[in-house]
């Protein structure tokens, strides 16, 4: 059996704001399937993937199994555009992801979901942070080799793309003018680090071919310090062989950050 077999789906459907279902997999903890598995977990962790990408990755289901085993109840997301969901890749940006989480969050909160946390991988950190900037529902954030200049990323990876070129030679992911000017609108994400109130760990491997570890040290500076910063090292972009580190340095500290029961830590 896989591991993305051991995914279940949420006793309802996700949509967002445009009404496109977004797919999901769902990794209740053991006290959650013992409860019957239907009815909310009172936290939850919302692991979002990066640019091309979707929630049925080998980083993102052993992260998720291994929080449900530690007692966190987790769903990986594919947003709008990507994988299995609803929507169109063309229009795919970081500020409509932005949008797809809090349509996320808001189901899972009718649910009955207390207490939250996201973590994000590349421009699904971007995403997190812009996120956490203005939704205190919030209550702890990860990045995971987290997109910090989203402009300098994409230029620097894109740019000499024409339209409609495969973005990392894959067949679905035309490089389009909508993902080139919200990039450029957004810039760095300097002031919407500064507004990040949530506690915040940064996981970055110093070996990162794609998004490099400056990335995570500017996100770090710029919110004054306060996150914290777990760095892995001769580790890439996909944590290669460093799965297990990261899934435990994200694990040892969400037990900290948002307990299974109670008051999480602000």
Request: proline fraction near 5%.
């Amino acid at each position: 059996m896989s591991v993305a077999s051991e995914a279940r789906s949420l006793p309802f459907a996700t949509r967002n704001a445009q009404g496109e279902r977004i797919d999901h997999g769902y990794f209740p903890s053991a006290e959650a399937v013992v409860n019957g598995g239907t009815s909310a977990p009172e936290a939850l962790v919302v692991i979002g993937h990066g640019v091309t990408s979707h929630w049925d990755r080998p980083w993102q289901t052993e992260l998720a199994t291994t929080l449900a085993a530690a007692g966190r109840s987790t769903l990986v997301v594919s947003f709008a555009g990507n994988g299995q969901s609803e929507g169109r890749f063309d229009e795919v940006t970081p500020s409509k992801e932005v949008d797809d989480l809090g349509s996320v969050f808001d189901a899972l909160e009718a649910w009955g979901v207390q207490r939250l946390a996201y973590a994000g991988h590349s421009m699904g950190g971007a995403v997190g942070c812009l996120r956490a900037a203005i939704d205190p529902r919030i209550r702890a954030l990860v990045s995971l080799a987290g997109m910090f200049h989203v402009q300098a990323f994409m230029q620097r990876t894109f740019g000499h793309l024409p339209y409609g070129g495969l973005m990392l030679d894959k067949p679905r992911c035309p490089w389009n003018p909508a993902l080139e000017a919200d990039a450029a609108q957004l810039g760095s994400l300097t002031a919407q680090a500064a507004a990040v109130r949530a506690p915040w760990l940064l996981v970055h491997g110093d070996a990162d071919e794609l998004v490099p570890l400056q990335d995570a040290l500017d996100a770090r500076a710029a919110a004054g310090g306060r996150p914290d910063l777990v760095i892995l090292r001769g580790v890439d972009h996909r944590f290669t062989d460093a799965i297990r580190a990261m899934s435990t340095a994200v694990v040892s500290w969400l037990q900290q950050h948002l307990p299974a029961h109670g008051q999480d830590r602000r």
